[in-house]
């Protein structure tokens, strides 16, 4: 049995982020229909035991509870990628965990700072407060919380706040996910995109927080070049295999396409001691910034038996 089905339900949402991958989606494409996603759940649940909710915005789907209720029925695990808003609303959070079953492994949400005028300037709406309200309602409920800040230009300044924040609310774990150059962020590329070489140094600042607090901290597409001492925080080392089941397309192999379509090494990489675990920078990184920044590590030096 494979690991894990992502199930995106549509590209409807109800923020505006400046660096979503899927931004340039949401206005032509309509989301599927509740009786689809009940059949790809049918279709799947001999092969995977576990499910990702994701879109889009899942929570805004007037189905939603029918499709925990119905995934959760089938023997699925669930798991949820959520801006957290609508978990701002008490009876709405209680129903949603009451359709899950208690098969709600995680919730994943997205804060970007604990600075409100800067989350809300990178999501394109009013959306802190309720994203912190949702949170801590889910938290307040025993919900496992995750967090998943995508990594800007505008934000990268304010990730030691967010990490304090994150381990003052309860979160469970955090994690820095360099922004993908596709969609809306492609179209904000040169107000969004930072280089490694900067934020690099406040990831770590963040890292060191949770590992101070005994809260796990991880990084998402940031060469091993660029996180020497922290080679046990880099995400791809744990990312499951997924199906990716979109709207349009399905990929069979998700894990196969990000390391051979989706992301890049330079010919220098070939001399680093990580080159067989790096999976290297988003491609379009390297096409804006070049390869500078990133250095081969020397592999390690051979001890020699001193009796020899």
């Not at 494979?2 to 494409?29: A, Q």
């Amino acid at each position: 049995m494979d690991n894990r089905l992502d199930l995106k339900v549509g590209y409807n949402c109800n923020n505006y982020c400046k660096h979503c991958v899927i931004g340039d989606k949401r206005f032509f494409i309509p989301d599927r229909t509740t009786r689809q996603l009940k059949d790809v759940l049918d279709e799947e649940k001999d092969n995977y035991h576990e499910v990702v909710f994701t879109g889009g915005e899942f929570t805004i789907r007037k189905d939603c509870f029918e499709l925990l209720d119905y995934a959760a029925s089938l023997g699925y695990k669930i798991l949820i990628q959520t801006n957290a808003r609508r978990f701002a609303y008490s009876a709405f959070c209680d129903e949603f965990l009451a359709a899950g079953q208690g098969k709600i492994l995680t919730v994943t949400g997205a804060l970007l700072s604990a600075n409100s005028d800067c989350h809300n300037y990178l999501t394109g709406a009013d959306s802190y407060r309720q994203t912190v309200k949702g949170l801590c309602n889910l938290k307040a409920r025993g919900q496992q919380v995750s967090i998943n800040t995508v990594v800007t230009k505008v934000n990268y300044r304010t990730f030691p706040d967010l990490a304090r924040f994150l381990i003052r609310i309860g979160v469970d774990v955090y994690q820095y996910a360099f922004v993908h150059v596709l969609g809306s962020a492609d179209k904000n590329i040169l107000s969004i995109l930072p280089k490694k070489s900067l934020v690099v140094p406040f990831i770590k600042m963040g890292i060191e927080i949770g590992k101070a607090a005994g809260v796990p901290v991880y990084v998402e597409a940031i060469p091993f070049c660029l996180m020497q001492g922290y080679e046990r925080n880099i995400a791809e080392n744990y990312i499951p295999q997924v199906k990716l089941n979109d709207v349009t397309n399905t990929v069979a192999d998700f894990d196969y396409v990000r390391k051979t379509y989706e992301k890049e090494k330079a010919p220098s990489c070939r001399k680093c001691a990580c080159f067989s675990v790096c999976e290297g920078p988003w491609i379009q990184y390297p096409r804006t910034y070049g390869w500078k920044e990133f250095e081969p590590i020397a592999p390690a030096p051979v001890k020699m038996d001193a009796r020899l």
